[in-house]
């Protein structure tokens, strides 16, 4: 399935949001860091950078967090999927128009400009999980195939072959040690 341009954006900010709980120092424990962060997330609109505008961004990221299968392998099923966006787009009152900005085509807004931004963002990352559902594919979301990273990644591949995030240098590490195997096997 292809997703439309800003479905994958979102989806990719969530993946970002989410691997933010693994960063060190974590960005959002303090305002300098997460007006840092912010810079290079895609959310228009208001953003006053305020401490309470981060703990609610922080307190999003956790429930986003459930989107992802457990490091475990345990993942939420369509069901729980659903529940969780339900309560978003209600939770946010969310209302979809479409809008033109920044040098963006067309395309879907839910909440308005001035909402609290993390409103918008569990919004509109609520709308982009909706195509997953709607396509069942949310075995998209996953996690990092690395044996020593649990980060999230969002794999919007035509073949679902996406294995590694983006976060660790985790494929490079991963092909670089199968080639040293293979290399150590031959001349053994």
Known sequence: MEFAHDTQVLLAAAAALVNTRRAEPDPLD?????????????YSGRRSGSDDERRAVRALRERLAGLWP?????GPDRDGTVALVNTLLAETDARPHLA?????????????????????????????VVDLVRGDDLSRL??????????????LSRNRSKRFCDTGNCANRAHV???????ATRTS
Request: charged letters at 30%; aromatic letters at 8%.
């Open 177 to 183: 040690a199968a080639y040293r195997a293979r290399r």
């Open 142 to 155: 996953r996690r990092c195939a690395a044996d020593d990273c649990d980060a999230v990644l969002v794999d």
């Open 30 to 42: 303090d305002v300098p860091g997460f007006a840092g962060w912010l810079a290079g997330q895609p």
């Open 70 to 74: 457990a490091p475990d392998g345990d």
């Open 100 to 128: 033109r900005h920044d040098g963006w085509d067309w395309h879907l807004h839910v909440t308005p400009q001035d909402a609290p931004l993390a409103d918008r963002m569990g919004a509109e990352i609520a709308m982009s």
